[in-house]
């Protein structure tokens, strides 16, 4: 069982920068590593989206077109920490972001989910 806890999220002008982090606790068996990570993000009154995703050892990322060229996924398996650097951000990037942790890379669903945490782009 995995436990992720978001950070970093908060108010930000369109145009700036976030880094957020999901920081994880393994709690039985595997280890951070053995792990895909992944980001999505849900606006107020949207299904939840697909942000961006990092194989267990950091070698594979993928990104939505709409982040692709301003957001950066990346991991810290010695910190257990994986991050997204989010920058050039626009209005529409407004979201919670969430976490998640799956076993498979190139089929990712979340078999485990942090609680989100809140990114609001002001124009």
């Avoid at 650097?85 to 919670?96: F, G, H, I, R, Y």
């Amino acid at each position: 069982q995995v436990q992720l806890v978001e950070s970093g999220g908060g108010l930000v002008q369109a145009g700036g920068s976030l880094r957020l982090s999901c920081a994880a606790s393994v709690v039985s068996g595997r280890t951070f590593s053995s792990y895909a990570k992944g980001w999505f993000r849900q606006a107020p009154g949207k299904e939840r989206e697909f942000v961006a995703r990092i194989s267990s050892k950091g070698a594979r990322t993928s990104y939505a077109d709409s982040v692709k060229g301003r957001f950066t996924i990346s991991r810290d398996n010695a910190k257990n920490t994986a991050y997204l650097q989010m920058n050039s951000l626009k209005p529409e990037d407004t979201a919670v972001y969430s976490c998640a942790a799956d076993s498979n890379y190139g089929v990712f669903r979340g078999d485990y989910w942090g609680q989100g945490t809140q990114v609001t782009v002001s124009s």
